[in-house]
């Protein structure tokens, strides 16, 4: 066995592409963003890791709310957009029709399969370039047809897969197998 | 546009599957998670969300190393298999090669294309079912056959999606485009 050494590097595949909302001085303003993961399972809290720097951070520390959305491959070209420029020079207010759920400050994109509502629980500052936002899920929202089985069904989604070092992104694939079953025949591993 | 709502729900697509090494009552244990994603890029840092009963994070606090290694669809039965159970009740550390790196307590796999080395910088305690592990990254480690350019290649990883309502296993797909060039035409969005 052979492996070569990279130094510290974000290898982790695949990456979510996300789109995160917030209102900015007054202003609807969105960022794409491929750091947002899972902080717990009950209750349900994500972590999205943005840039100190970033517009969007302002708002969201400013009024403690955001959006995650869930882009879908047809909309590749608007999400790529946004992650290329600053609300600071430009308005992303007008690129998708918006609408407000409990929060009255977490614009969210109708357009995206999928939308979280977040209340912002905390943020981290390790002491270099980001800021992990800590939200805490308020509300979900999809549109029956990307359902199956009452629940978003990622074959309708078709969300995006983003490569860091590289810059590529990519579709998501086919279907495997389900989980927690495949694995059953390691059942008699310590028989072996 | 009629949106369903479905209370808070961690509807993130696409999750990773990540393979989670440490040392556990001196032996190497491992855990299967798809709550994975970066904390810091700069200098680069993961978050890992664990259930606060879990085996594998007793031995992370402990030692304060663990490690993250990617697996590849050819791995998906032990990998479900590792998910499925706890090291306190089976021994996990003969499922596959291990190889150590710069921490000594941080056990890594032979078998997967991509493998993380971290220090646990910090963890948190949101009052919920989960901590939120730091992870400070000292070394990232491949073999030359998942390269290309000189990076790991997700075409030849082929690294496993995970969706968390329906418990389902997928590929990640096929190449869309190359991120930061595709949303070009959208520039002159001030102008329409």
């Known amino acids: ?27 609807p ?3 794409t963003i491929a750091y947002c993961g899972v902080a717990q399972s009950q209750p349900p809290m994500l972590a ?10 302002t708002g969201i520390k400013e009024n403690r709310t955001f959006s995650v959305n869930i882009p879908s491959v ?15 020079d430009v308005d992303k207010s007008g690129l998708f029709n918006l609408f407000y759920g409990k929060l009255k400050t977490a614009p969210m994109i109708e357009e995206c399969p999928v939308n979280i509502e977040c209340e912002l629980a905390d ?3 390790f002491g270099g370039k980001n800021d992990l936002l800590i939200g805490r899920i308020v509300e979900t929202y999809a549109e029956n047809k990307y359902l199956t089985d009452e ?12 490569t860091r070092q590289d810059h590529k992104y990519w ?9 927690y079953k495949t694995g059953k025949k390691y059942n008699n591993l310590e028989d072996r």
């Not at 999205?48 to 951070?57: G, H, L």
């Not at 047809?74 to 600071?88: A, F, Q, V």
């Not at 629940?151 to 983003?162: A, C, L, Q, W």
């Not at 998501?172 to 989980?179: D, V």
């Open 48 to 57: 999205i890791s943005m840039d100190k720097r970033r517009y969007t951070i």
């Open 123 to 125: 943020y981290m500052d």
């Open 151 to 162: 629940y978003p069904d990622i074959e309708k989604i078709r969300p995006i897969v983003f």
């Open 1 to 27: 066995m052979k492996k070569r050494t990279f130094g510290p590097q974000l290898f982790i595949y695949p990456m979510p592409v996300v789109i995160v909302g917030a209102i900015v001085n007054e202003k």
């Open 171 to 179: 579709e998501t694939g086919r279907f495997l197998t389900e989980a």
């Open 74 to 88: 047809e909309m590749l070209e608007p999400t790529d957009y946004i992650g290329t420029c600053s609300g600071r």
């Open 29 to 31: 303003n969105f960022n």
